[in-house]
């Protein structure tokens, strides 16, 4: 199925930014340009924006009665500009015009139209001039909860290619592969029972080194009745511009590819090799031409810290290189090929059965372009796997490395994409976090180091990452229902807990169990808040309501009662003293000095230098950095966490709101070049989006406030527009998220590279959590527990995908009936919850089968455990 919104088909400007990641669940990716390059190959265990790989492209010829009619490269126009590139290479920079390797001297297709449906992207290359019609489905298997097939280190590409002509054709798709590897280059051409590979590899490279890796192109010939395979090992060597001169003789050329083979000695480094299927497609027939493009660089090291760093010199028991998790499944690229080639059918058809799930949805498209377009990060350079499997992430990503390493807790909180549609691994993280990085004193650094065990990084733990691990805990316990999983986390999840009122912590959060924070308070905009405020307090209430519940889950009678206990007495104090009848606010007083002075640390760990030199502004007697009066966009964002997650309220409903409101009200810009912004510039001129901090008039505006106030950031937009959603709010929150997509339009910025600190940005993922808000998904698999209260269904009808831990699937409500389906994996339930409106008799079948139930209100309770298989449904009759 593909949607026939034009919401998600790029034309002509539109296309120039897109870069469409296809890669693996940590395997790094290849971007596939909005004209057809290849660009951005980010499979060397790093970012790699801007890069290409040689002339690695893929071209197609024509030929009719011993005659090439037509050869093309398989791109469009390059659009502007065409000044050159300031970083580039000497003679081939800014003034020199594209770069040769963009190909944009050869003869290509006039226009390319791109349809990027996320994991899926449809390219037709249009020219009258070219006898055929060729369309172009590329991808890499997304599976939810299928990990191993996710994380296939390879790209996916079917030509689709049409005789529209009167007589029969012989087409030959071509596709090039540079070796990237140091001299001495060594391609060879291998015969399989699928087809051939060109195999790309080095004579000079220790199979332990860092460098060490092989790629390899792969054809697929044996679907294709009478199909013919020729190839070149090697381009001509010369000099100048001879080799492409050569190749584009070579493809204008009538008949198969002639090979050209060099001794290793003069292979040396950067050679190109080229793979070509031909086959005869008669007049209205059309052939399916399958290429992959595989990857396999198995060796990882800590590149950002030194290698090796003084930290592992230290501890001599923590190897400095580790193997990626892809590598541990298969043991070289060949084995990668094969397995991609082979598993070829199943692997996008299940993919296909995911994307036609999601994008079946009825939630508003820019909501399910939102949604599908950030799910890409997971297949980004941001995210790794490492050896046993554990998920690892940076923020985001440098041109050429990550950037804030560590699965940051703070920035990862708001991501919503992996718990659901990979639990398994969002646990690893939690497993990683709870297992590496809680210290003994129940402090937790926010940036988890590599290689898991190095030791801790030498920085204070922040408040919204340390309660929100607690928060990510249950919500992962929910979506799971492996209450043996909480057991053995739960002495350290108890512990981050307490650390709250530890003596041995520093910041002295809440040293009197008062449920507020009162201390310093290190936070996600990266300085520390003083006093107490909804935001980082709210997550303490989240993470003491939470962890009474799996106190009790646990058996841990005594912390269930005191946990539940505190967070009562600070309810109640957030709601009486910090809601100031509009929204939540932070108080502080800005000009005590004290404040800050208490907090002087023997070894300052903060920006600026000295604790007081950070934060107190001598000029304006005012502490820096601070929110005040102004209103946060992350004022309530614990309840929105709470609300996702079934825990409940953690602050008063009608106030949650009203601050819901107020944020749009006063952080909402429709214009951002109307306003005054020193910060970062993610939005600008006609564009709009929600700011971190507003001051309305008649409030105080620190002098100096809290970082980043003025600019807008995705991921924080996405969550309290999707807050706003929650609490009834709708058109609101839609148009803030509409702000956002319009910023990454194909034109202005790159769909699938939402940035932030960095590219393709893990706080996007927030984004994900627009499929909950729209469809009431709740969820208690330690329950058996699920349900669905769709906002604004249409004419009483709505569908909706959904994923837990065991299986995933969709729902679907029309006014006489619903349905709910498991495409993969299963789903035991003894409850239900639907949105009856109206008192109907209700009749459950599964398989032409009666199922006993009793209904409370909207409650459906199952007579017995109901298991619903991959394949099969439940369904509801009305009336």
Not at 252 to 259: A, E, I
Request: charge should be negative; charged fraction near 20%; glycine fraction near 8%.
């Amino acid at each position: 199925m593909t949607t026939d919104s034009s919401r998600f088909l790029y034309r002509g400007a539109r296309t120039g930014q897109i870069s469409f990641p296809l890669g693996g669940l940590g395997t790094g990716c290849i971007g596939l340009a909005g004209n057809g390059r290849l660009i951005d190959w980010e499979i060397f265990n790093r970012p790699n924006k801007g890069s290409v790989n040689g002339f690695s492209h893929f071209a197609i010829k024509a030929e009719q009665d011993g005659a090439v009619t037509d050869a093309r490269v398989l791109h469009g126009d390059l659009h502007p500009p065409y000044q050159g590139e300031i970083q580039a290479p000497r003679f081939n920079s800014y003034g020199w015009g594209p770069r040769r390797e963009y190909l944009t001297g050869l003869p290509h297709f006039e226009d390319v139209t791109f349809r990027g449906e996320y994991p899926l992207a449809t390219l037709d290359f249009v020219d009258n001039r070219f006898p055929g019609h060729v369309t172009l489905t590329a991808f890499n298997p997304l599976i939810p909860l299928d990990d191993i097939s996710s994380g296939v280190p390879a790209a996916f590409f079917d030509f689709a290619v049409t005789n529209t002509t009167d007589k029969t054709i012989d087409y030959t798709l071509v596709g090039v592969l540079a070796n990237p590897l140091p001299a001495n280059n060594v391609n060879t051409i291998e015969e399989t029972t699928w087809g051939h590979h060109l195999h790309l590899a080095s004579d000079n490279l220790d199979p332990a080194a860092t460098e060490y890796g092989e790629m390899a192109l792969a054809a697929s010939t044996a679907h294709l009745p009478n199909a013919q395979a020729s190839w070149q090992q090697y381009w001509y060597r010369g000099a100048w511009f001879d080799n492409l001169e050569t190749y584009w003789t070579d493809i204008s050329t009538p008949g198969p590819l002639r090979n050209r083979v060099y001794p290793p000695q003069r292979a040396k480094d950067k050679n190109e090799g080229a793979l070509a299927v031909t086959v005869t497609v008669a007049p209205g027939e059309s052939a399916s031409f399958r290429f992959v493009i595989a990857w396999h660089f198995p060796n990882c090291f800590n590149y950002w810290s030194g290698y090796p760093s003084p930290r592992l010199v230290q501890q001599q028991d923590v190897p400095p290189v580790w193997h990626n998790f892809y590598a541990t499944q298969w043991t070289d690229v060949r084995a990668v090929a094969d397995y991609a080639i082979t598993e070829w059918d199943r692997l996008y058809a299940q993919t296909a059965q995911f994307h036609d799930a999601l994008f079946a949805s009825d939630l508003p498209d820019t909501a399910l372009d939102a949604v599908s377009a950030n799910i890409s990060i997971l297949k980004s350079p941001t995210v790794l796997r490492l050896e046993d499997g554990t998920f690892y992430g940076w923020e985001g990503c440098h041109p050429s490395e990550g950037c804030c390493e560590g699965s940051c807790t703070h920035v990862w909180n708001y991501a919503q994409a992996l718990p659901f549609l990979f639990p398994a691994l969002e646990r690893s993280m939690r497993n990683a976090d709870y297992g590496y990085n809680l210290r003994q004193d129940g402090g937790m650094p926010f940036r988890l180091q590599l290689p898991l065990g190095s030791g801790y990084w030498n920085f204070r733990p922040c408040a919204d990452g340390q309660f929100g691990g607690v928060l990510k805990t249950y919500r992962d316990w929910k979506i799971s229902g492996d209450t043996e999983w909480l057991r053995a986390l739960w002495p350290a999840v108890k512990q981050s807990i307490e650390f709250a009122w530890s003596p041995r912590n520093p910041d002295r959060w809440d040293p009197d169990k008062t449920g507020v924070l009162w201390g310093r308070q290190h936070h996600t905009l990266d300085m520390e808040l003083f006093g107490p405020n909804s935001w980082l307090t709210g997550f303490y209430l989240g993470a003491l309501k939470a962890g009474a519940i799996m106190a009790t889950a646990v058996g841990d009678v005594d912390a269930a009662a005191e946990f539940r206990t505190i967070f009562a007495r600070g309810k109640a104090w957030v709601d009486a003293n910090l809601f100031n009848g509009e929204y939540y606010y932070q108080r502080v007083d800005l000009e005590d000095k004290s404040i800050v002075e208490a907090f002087v640390d023997e070894i300052p760990l903060v920006q600026g230098g000295d604790t007081l030199a950070a934060y107190w502004h001598e000029e304006r007697g005012e502490i820096k950095y601070q929110i005040g009066e102004g209103s946060s966009i992350d004022q309530i964002l614990a309840q929105w966490h709470a609300d996702l997650y079934g825990l409940g309220e953690i602050f008063d409903r009608e106030q949650v709101k009203k601050a819901a409101a107020a944020i749009y009200r006063h952080n909402f810009i429709p214009r951002m070049g109307d306003v005054y912004n020193p910060c970062r510039i993610y939005s600008l001129n006609d564009e709009g989006g929600l700011v971190i901090c507003a001051w309305p008039a008649g409030s105080r505006k620190p002098a100096i406030p809290a970082p980043y106030s003025q600019e807008t950031m995705n991921g924080f937009e996405y969550s309290a527009a999707i807050h706003m959603i929650m609490v009834g709010l709708v058109d609101e929150g839609m148009t803030a998220v509409t702000a956002i997509r319009h910023r990454y339009d194909g034109e202005r910025r790159n769909p699938w590279n939402e940035f932030e600190c960095g590219n393709n940005y893990a706080r996007s993922m927030a984004s994900y959590a627009l499929l909950n808000a729209f469809s009431g998904f709740e969820f208690d698999m330690t329950r058996r527990h699920i349900g669905f209260k769709p906002v604004r269904p249409q004419n009483g009808r709505f569908r909706t995908f959904w994923s837990l831990d065991s299986g995933w699937g969709t729902f679907k409500m029309t006014p006489d009936a619903y349905t709910l389906r498991v495409d993969h994996g299963e789903l035991t339930l003894n409850s239900l919850r639907l949105p009856v409106a109206a008192p109907k008799p209700l009749a459950f079948q599964m398989d032409q089968n009666n199922v006993g139930f009793s209904l409370a209100g909207d409650l459906v309770q199952f007579t017995s455990p109901l298991t619903i298989q991959a394949g099969q449904f439940l369904s509801c009759r009305r009336g």
